[in-house]
């Protein structure tokens, strides 16, 4: 591949490039339709390698995906900022209590087949705590959002 040195010294003025240089200049084109190979990006690798995984991610997002679960059991010194819930093949009634029989931290919202029924709202734990859903189906997926 020519240099850009190379190709500006074939086209001075008053010189004619061969056959050969005209060919080797505008082979050393890329042209904007021509796709880039990753390869072929400097540093692109070694930036890439840099970059969190999604298990680490996940791991770390501050996100816990649950299936059909009953209660949740938060951790000391977490705030959960929302509780996200899907629904599964059936409409169902979901609060969110600190007891199996109570919706005193939300009352029961509707959650209809196939759709979803955010909580949003901040609430800190000093202590571990057992929260509980009420209503879900063993299909309701239950996404937790916290710090």
């Known amino acids: ?58 791991a770390n997002s501050g996100k816990v995906v649950l299936t059909g679960d009953t209660s949740f059991e938060v951790a000391a010194h977490t705030t959960i900022t929302r509780i996200w819930f899907l629904g599964g093949e059936s409409d169902t009634e979901i609060g969110v209590g600190f007891s ?5 931290w939300f009352e029961a919202g509707a959650c209809p087949a196939g ?19 009420n209503g879900v189906a063993s299909d309701t997926v239950i996404i937790i959002y916290k710090q």
């Open 115 to 133: 759709g979803e029924l955010p909580f949003d709202g901040s609430k800190g734990f000093r202590d571990a705590t057992t929260i509980y859903f």
């Open 100 to 104: 199996d029989s109570d919706n005193d």
């Open 1 to 58: 591949m020519a240099t850009i040195n190379d190709i500006n010294s074939w086209w001075q003025t008053r010189f004619v490039p061969t056959v050969a240089q005209r060919l080797a200049t505008f082979g050393s084109f890329r042209l904007k339709t021509d796709p880039v190979v990753m390869g072929d990006v400097t540093g692109l690798q070694a930036a890439l390698n840099l970059k969190a995984n999604t298990a680490d991610i996940a």
